[in-house]
């Protein structure tokens, strides 16, 4: 019964981030009363998700009734945004592979507000570090940074503060892209975000970037528009830009290779990961992929390598620094 287990602890743990409940209770205890009134909630539901967490020592109940954290609830916080992006974003798709893998089924809809949330929170973590030794190789301090597919611009928002840059995220999905427009009111401007895609964005926007950044993104087009929507986007990319860096964060397809996915994080995050591609019309690809297709393309690698290994040590998360060959 274990895996039972993990399905409901996973989601009551996603309802008490998503819910605001973690937050309030990070500052101190508080009676269920309380928690649920101050944040508009169902008590009785609200009370019932607690005492489920309390049997898994997430929170404590003291005796007067009031409920905290535990240090094994306060460690979960660290890992909020894989709960966002995989429970939050993706849980609609586990609960329903069965009806999914019917012949000729449609994909299923994720949740796109909570994919590009938890995306963003995860890539702050990692793919961070990454993104942070592929820049360092540009010619030049880019000054716009077009990310394509930016689900939150928080993270474009975390990589224009570093470099000191303009951004502009491109995103499709409109849960997405209006959580991202909320997101950003009041900002100084530094960072603005369009409703497009891929295969539209660069002959729709007439901007002439430094930097294309294009993090877990080329799957989605893979999925959508097959090989040929690649080449073409990557086409489009040089054709309007034909002196910029095209930046690619792809994970690398490895879930065949047991000397990658018995290492830990493979099993607790990448073999999930992996699960919900295929049923959301997304087709990831291994590293020899990615990198064949750049080189049909006459693209040139000034860069590439993985995230840092005190950070996600099974090597899975692939960057490239990309330009056009000279003469291009
Ligand atoms: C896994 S998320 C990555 C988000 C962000 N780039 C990051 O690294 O945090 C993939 C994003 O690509 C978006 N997307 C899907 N199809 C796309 C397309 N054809 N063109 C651009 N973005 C697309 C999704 O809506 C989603 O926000």
Redesign the pocket.
């Known amino acids: 019964m274990e895996p039972f287990r993990g399905l409901a602890l996973a989601s009551a743990l996603q309802a008490l981030f998503a819910t605001g409940v973690y937050d309030e209770l990070e500052h101190g205890e508080a009676r269920p009363a309380a928690l649920a009134e101050a944040l508009h909630l169902d008590e009785e539901r609200t009370i019932a998700v607690l005492q489920f967490l309390a049997v898994e020592d997430v929170v404590a109940f003291a005796p007067a009734g009031a409920v905290g954290l535990t240090p094994r609830g306060r460690a979960y916080g660290e890992f909020r945004a894989w709960y966002a992006m995989m429970v939050g974003g993706y849980a609609n798709v586990l609960a329903t592979l069965a009806e999914s893998m019917a012949a000729g089924a449609s994909p299923t809809a994720r949740r796109?507000e909570w994919?590009?949330l938890g995306?963003?929170g995860v890539?702050v973590h990692s793919s961070m570090t990454l993104i942070r030794r592929l820049v360092a190789r540009l010619p030049a301090p880019p000054r716009l940074v077009l990310?394509?597919?930016?689900?939150s611009p928080r993270?474009l928002g975390a990589i224009c503060a570093e470099l000191g840059c303009r951004g502009i995220g491109?995103?499709?999905?409109p849960a997405?892209f209006e959580a991202g427009r909320r997101q950003l009111e009041g900002s100084d401007g530094t960072v603005r975000i369009v409703r497009g895609?891929?295969?539209d964005c660069i002959a729709a926007l007439d901007i002439v970037p430094d930097v294309v950044l294009t993090?877990?993104?080329l799957h989605?087009?893979l999925g959508?528009s097959g090989e040929d929507g690649v080449r073409r986007y990557l086409r489009d990319v040089f054709a309007a830009a034909p002196a910029a860096h095209l930046l690619v964060?792809e994970p690398d397809l490895r879930q065949d290779d047991p000397s990658v996915m018995r290492h830990g994080y493979a099993r607790a995050f990448y073999n999930g990961y992996y699960l919900v591609h295929p049923f959301t019309g997304q087709r990831l690809a291994p590293r020899e992929y990615w990198e064949e297709l750049f080189r049909s393309e006459s693209l040139t690698v000034v860069a590439g390598g993985t995230t840092d290994p005190d950070i996600d040590s099974t090597g899975l998360e692939l960057g490239w620094l990309l330009r056009a060959a000279p003469g291009q």
Do not use: L, T
């Not at 990310?147 to 689900?151: E, K």
């Not at 491109?170 to 999905?173: I, K, L, R, T």
């Open positions: 796109g994919v590009a995306s963003a890539d990310d394509v597919g930016c689900g993270y491109v995103e499709p999905d997405a895609s891929a295969q993090a877990f993104v989605e087009v959508q964060i």
